[in-house]
């Protein structure tokens, strides 16, 4: 049986008094410290590059990921004396 898909791990905050991850799905982002259940995993570790993640089919480290940026549009040229400055 294949349970939900796992959260994307949208961030991760490291300060001198807290680690968090931040993980992101369908529903929403969810802040998670070091011993939080992520699925059908436990956050065993938080580092600024990586959080470790173990469950029953071992340990897994995620790095953040993000999402596309949307596609910036180019603007239209403008006509200067019947020419186009995309054109020079």
């Known amino acids: 049986m294949i349970g939900p898909p796992m959260p994307r791990l949208a961030g991760i905050i490291v300060t001198q008094g807290a680690r968090v991850a ?3 799905d369908a529903t929403g982002t ?3 410290a070091e011993g939080s259940p992520v699925g059908s995993y436990v956050v065993t ?6 959080v470790e993640l173990a469950g029953a089919a071992g340990s897994i480290v995620l790095r953040p990921g993000f999402d596309a940026p949307p596609t910036a549009r180019r603007p239209a040229a403008r006509e200067i004396d019947g020419d186009t400055e995309s054109n020079k």
């Open 22 to 24: 931040l993980f992101a």
């Open 30 to 32: 969810r802040v998670a």
């Open 45 to 50: 570790s938080i580092a600024s590059g990586g």
